[in-house]
């Protein structure tokens, strides 16, 4: 597949994949996972608007990119998932929280930088038009982003953040009591808010995804060198974070997530520990269940 422009899709694109496989919500893992292909090639459409030169080719790579997964990765989710029932068992320190969370956030990149030759068969085969789909789908999403959390006074937007965690925490250990509640609501609340901070990452995280995009479609470059610029621009977004700049709220904001999660777990219920022993108990026997799986 040689055509010709963007990166824009990439990141988020597969970034979408490692959310599903790797911290999905969904009620049903293997139905999910199983659908994962197509889900995630509408998601592209919504992008780009595939034309029919594009379609079958883009199906391909997506599929073969899910029998790698599929192959290689899932068995590695078991493991992860087991050390986890593991420490809940034993009360996690927050040291063991943050050692999970760099594992995921590196399995993400890895799973990103496979993806990197495929993304850039992509990249060499999209179009101006197109490009300009992507534009506007972004500008969309941020307006979206700012009416959902960036609307109302600081406690308005932290009673918003605290609700969507809740969702996720509830998902895992089923429901909390009232007097819970307001103990994490107070350990959410006590993470730095700043959404304009992630609103200029969301939007600089574009730009350069854009700029790139435009880049390759003025020099079109071969696919080896278009995927060195994309493997490149995934590193530096997940690096930048360690910038002198934004490593400070950036760190104050993981350490106080990793805190929230912390408490969570310390006065969480022998009842609703098992509820989430339960939970990854299950997403064991899914994630063995597809990896023995061929499609």
């Known amino acids: 597949m040689q055509k010709s422009n963007t990166q824009a899709v990439s990141y988020r694109t597969w970034l979408a994949l490692a959310a599903l496989v790797l911290i999905t919500a969904c009620s049903s893992l293997k139905l999910a996972y199983n659908n994962g292909d197509t889900l995630l090639y ?51 320190s927050q040291a063991d929280l943050r050692a999970d969370y760099d594992d995921i956030r590196n399995r993400t990149q890895a799973l990103l930088l496979k993806a990197a030759p495929d993304i850039a068969d992509l990249a060499l085969s999209l179009k101006p038009e197109q490009l ?55 350990a959410s609340d006590a993470r730095p808010l700043d959404n304009q901070f992630w609103l200029d990452e969301r939007m600089r995280r574009q730009r350069d995804v854009l ?52 408490t ?16 990854m108990q299950g997403w064991i026997s899914d994630f063995t269940t597809l990896a023995n799986e061929t499609k």
């Open 264 to 279: 969570v777990i310390r006065i969480s219920t022998p009842e609703q520990k098992a509820h989430a022993q339960k939970r």
């Open 42 to 92: 509408w998601w592209l459409d919504n992008y780009v608007d595939f034309d029919s030169e594009q379609r079958d080719e883009v199906k391909q790579d997506i599929n073969g990119l899910f029998r790698w997964h599929r192959k290689t990765q899932l068995q590695e989710y078991v493991g992860f998932l087991q050390r986890a029932q593991k420490q809940l068992q034993a009360n996690p």
């Open 132 to 186: 300009e789909q992507m534009e506007k789908k972004f500008a969309k999403n941020n307006a979206k982003f700012r009416k959902e959390n960036m609307q109302g006074s600081a406690d308005d937007q932290n009673k918003f953040r605290y609700k969507k965690s809740m969702e996720q925490f509830e998902l895992w250990f089923g429901s909390f009591s009232r007097e819970q509640e307001a103990t994490i609501r107070k």
């Open 211 to 262: 700029a790139l995009a435009r880049r390759i479609m003025q020099e079109k470059p071969s696919r080896e060198q278009a995927t060195a610029q994309i493997q490149t621009l995934i590193r530096d977004s997940f690096n930048r974070m360690d910038d002198a700049g934004r490593k400070p709220f950036y760190e104050s904001y993981t350490k106080g997530t990793i805190e929230l999660i912390h």
